[in-house]
């Protein structure tokens, strides 16, 4: 099974790793802010997650860590 860590508090809120998630449980997380203000992304069920790591490819802050 994969595992995604999100450096929550790096994240900017861009958006870009919900767009390419192919299973679509890469989510913005807007219950929460980070420490710069932003609403931080995270994956909502961890269970369905490939270890593609499309998510961490596209995130121009190196925020995403993906193991498989």
């Known amino acids: 099974m994969a595992k995604v860590i ?3 508090n790096r994240c900017k ?3 870009l790793c919900t767009t ?3 299973k679509k ?3 913005m997380n807007e219950d929460k802010l980070n420490q710069k203000g932003f609403h931080p992304a995270g994956v909502v069920d ?3 997650c490939i270890g593609c ?3 961490a490819t596209i995130c ?3 925020v ?3 193991y498989k």
């Open 53 to 55: 790591a499309f998510c």
């Open 25 to 27: 449980i890469v989510v």
């Open 20 to 22: 390419v998630c192919p």
């Open 6 to 8: 999100f450096d929550e």
């Open 64 to 66: 995403i860590e993906v």
């Open 60 to 62: 121009p802050d190196c």
């Open 46 to 48: 961890m269970d369905k």
């Open 13 to 15: 809120g861009c958006k």
